[in-house]
Nanobody, 114 residues
Framework: EVQLQASGGGLVQPGGSLRLSCAVS????????MSWIRQAPGKGPEWVST????????LYPDSVKGRFTISMNKVNNTLYLAMNALKSDDSAVYYC???????WGQGTLVTVSS
């Protein structure tokens, strides 16, 4: 059974930082690329980042490039998203997914507010 368990969300002030984690079981990072997707209230899903299988190439949309960093730890099978210089527009539920969206975690809420 494939399970993705996201955590690390919370309330942070504008300009602050958070690191999201996604504990993954049932698949390996050598076989699957991984992504983070977010969804703000009343909006559609927005792609946030992707890391290719094996931990190579990383991709970001312009909205988070230079502020967010995706990484994976193959020893403990955990995906991370380091978020810096957070803005109110970054407030959303963040989901970890396999690349292509076959498997999804349950989401973790990030609120950026003063």
């Amino acid at each position: 059974e494939v399970q993705l368990q996201a955590s690390g969300g919370g309330l942070v002030q504008p300009g602050g930082s958070l690191r999201l984690s996604c504990a993954v079981s049932g698949i390996t990072f050598d076989d699957y690329g991984m992504s983070w997707i977010r969804q703000a209230p009343g909006k559609g899903p927005e792609w946030v980042s992707t890391i290719r299988s094996g931990g190579g190439t990383t991709l970001y949309p312009d909205s988070v490039k230079g502020r967010f960093t995706i990484s994976m730890n193959k020893v403990n099978n955990t995906l991370y998203l380091a978020m810096n210089a957070l803005k109110s527009d970054d407030s959303a539920v963040y989901y970890c997914t396999t690349f292509g969206g076959t498997y999804w975690g349950q989401g973790t809420l990030v609120t950026v507010s003063s």
